[in-house]
Structures are given as C-alpha cells and as structure tokens.
C-alpha cells in the first residue's frame, strides 16, 4: 500500500522559514516526478512545486519562485519543500502528491499518489 505521509508543518511568522518533508512508503519513487500542491480555504488546490525522477529538473510557481526550493532524497524516499520569507498568503494545507510519469507536470489529474497534507499558517 502506498503512503505518502506530509510533516514539517506549523505556524511562522511571516518572513519566517519551514520545512516540509514528504515520505513514502509501499514503493520506491526514486524515478518519478514528485510535487507539492496546496489548498487555502475556499479555494482549489493549486500547483506549489515540482521535482522530476532522479531531481535533474524542477519546477515552481511564479508565487513561490526565489522563495521555496524542492528537493529530494531518494535514498530515503523522501522529498522536501523548503520555504524562506514565507508570507501570510502561503497560508495553505501543503500536499505531497507522487506521479507515475519521470518529467514533472503542474496539473493535479496528472499525479496518482497523495499524501493527507500539513498545516501551514503564516502569521501578519
């Protein structure tokens, strides 16, 4: 059974910094494109960042580019969002989403896999 389980999230001021791991379980993931989304109240999930398999490209949204970096480590199964100078309007839940394809893509109907999501909420 496959588990992608989100950690790392919280509440920061803004301008502050977190850190968000995602892990996975029940297979390996090492060659697929990984991504992170999010989903403020009232609003549809929308594409935060991407990593492809092996982590040779990325992808960001214009809101969050310069700020978050993506990264992964395959030898844990893991990937991570780090995100600096983070401003209440990144206040969100932040899922993890695993896809069956290598090159990364922004939609969420192409990614089969998705974690529970993590709490983020920046404070004015």
């Known amino acids: 059974q496959v588990q992608l389980v989100e950690s790392g999230g919280g509440l920061v001021q803004t301008g502050g910094s977190l850190r968000l791991s995602c892990a996975a379980s029940?297979?390996?993931?090492?060659?697929?494109?990984m991504g992170w989304f999010r989903q403020a109240p009232g609003r549809e999930r929308e594409f935060v960042s991407a990593?492809?398999?092996?982590?040779?490209?990325?992808t960001y949204a214009d809101s969050v580019k310069g700020r978050f970096t993506i990264s992964r480590d395959n030898a844990k199964n893991t990937v991570y969002l780090q995100m600096n100078s983070l401003k209440p309007e990144d206040t969100a839940v932040y899922y993890c989403?695993?896809?069956?394809?290598?090159?990364?893509?922004?939609?969420?109907?192409?990614?089969?896999?998705w974690g529970q999501g993590t709490q983020v909420t920046v404070s004015s």
């Open positions: 989403a695993a896809s069956h394809s290598v090159v990364v893509f922004t939609t969420t109907q192409m990614y089969n896999y």
């Open positions: 029940g297979r390996t993931f090492s060659m697929n494109a």
């Open positions: 990593i492809s398999g092996g982590g040779g490209s990325t």
